[in-house]
């Protein structure tokens, strides 16, 4: 129970602490305040927890013998509470993205398709509990065809991330974690918009009965509008199941929704699947499709990647 008051805890101050940041985010200090909250929080959650790896950290990494299992954000949507262990690192990429979308609501004459090269997310474990993440998209080329063709090439936007693993990091039948995040907007070509945005995800993981596995997230993102006079918020919900195939083959089955408060927004979903094959302890390949369910969803999006932790 003591768990459970801490988690929403740190929920509530950590949108708290967002509705601060977007609300000063043009001020030229608020990155300097952001990791000064995070820091904060981490401090606090770590004397929560008492676990025999707490004193291994960035600069005293964990011993190779007392690491975790391999555990990534990719290749579903919803995201792992497990960290990376301390003064350990881990790239998480995709060789290629592609995405196709025609038929949208504002335009049903348009079709747009986009290709992002090589994009990641470098992870650092900072301690037993706590890791950082740097999500980056260096290429994206986006073509639109019908009402109004455009072609548009360069790097993307850069999104930095703090996973804070509540429990379940070194074992049991749950695992939760919170993971506030900010977008700067680094984006060029007009490949996004050039705000500051954030939020805050929330992942949950349980182990079922038969070697089943279930994940669940929940996050809220806080967005500018399309016509750039405020934010609103998107509340995305993801559940997942993923079960072994054969030796070191799994595959995994998904649901994906994101819900906008924003004037005229269309519901977002998705139904995705794709598997995993780990080549050894710490590299793993992985391949999947997105596929959409609703006329505001892209259509179609196939990828495959690879995960690399040293």
Same mark, same amino acid.
């Given at each position: ?29 608020? %990155? ?39 555990? /990534? ?30 038929? %949208? ?38 073509? /639109? ?130 598997? /995993? ?34």
């Amino acid at each position: 129970m003591k768990c459970i008051f801490t988690a929403f805890a740190v929920i509530a101050a950590i949108r708290n602490f967002f509705n601060l940041l977007m609300k000063y985010c043009l001020k030229i200090n608020f %990155i300097r305040k952001f990791y000064l909250a995070v820091a904060v929080i981490v401090s606090s959650i770590s004397n929560v927890q008492a676990e025999d790896k707490a004193a291994y950290t960035l600069r005293n990494p964990t011993p190779v013998a007392l690491m975790r299992e391999l555990s /990534t954000d990719r290749p579903d949507k919803t995201e792992s509470p497990y960290t990376v262990d301390a003064g350990h690192y881990q790239l998480e990429l995709s060789f290629l993205d592609y995405s196709y979308d025609h038929d %949208i609501p504002s335009d049903p004459h348009q079709r747009v398709t986009s290709y992002t090269v090589l994009p990641f997310n470098f992870k650092v474990g900072l301690f037993n509990n706590t890791d950082i993440q740097f999500v980056v998209n260096p290429y994206i080329s986006e073509h /639109t065809r019908g009402t109004g063709d455009s072609d548009k090439h360069g790097f993307g936007d850069v999104q930095t991330r703090v996973k804070i693993n509540l429990w379940g990091n070194d074992g049991g039948d749950t695992a939760m974690a919170v993971m506030p995040f900010v977008k700067f907007p680094t984006n060029g070509a007009n490949l996004g918009n050039d705000d500051v945005e954030g939020g805050i995800i929330v992942p949950i993981a349980f182990s079922l009965p038969h070697e089943w596995g279930m994940g669940v997230m929940t996050e809220f993102d806080f967005n500018r509008n399309a016509d750039n006079e405020d934010y609103h918020t998107e509340f995305i919900n993801t559940i997942t199941f993923g079960h072994q195939i054969v030796g070191n083959l799994n595959g995994y089955v998904e649901f994906f929704s994101n819900v906008s408060n924003e004037a005229k927004a269309d519901w977002v979903g998705t139904v995705d699947a794709g598997m /995993t094959y780990l080549l050894n302890k710490d590299v793993q390949l992985d391949a999947g499709v997105n596929v959409g369910v609703t006329r505001s969803a892209e259509d179609l999006n196939p990828f495959c990647g690879l995960t690399i932790r040293i």
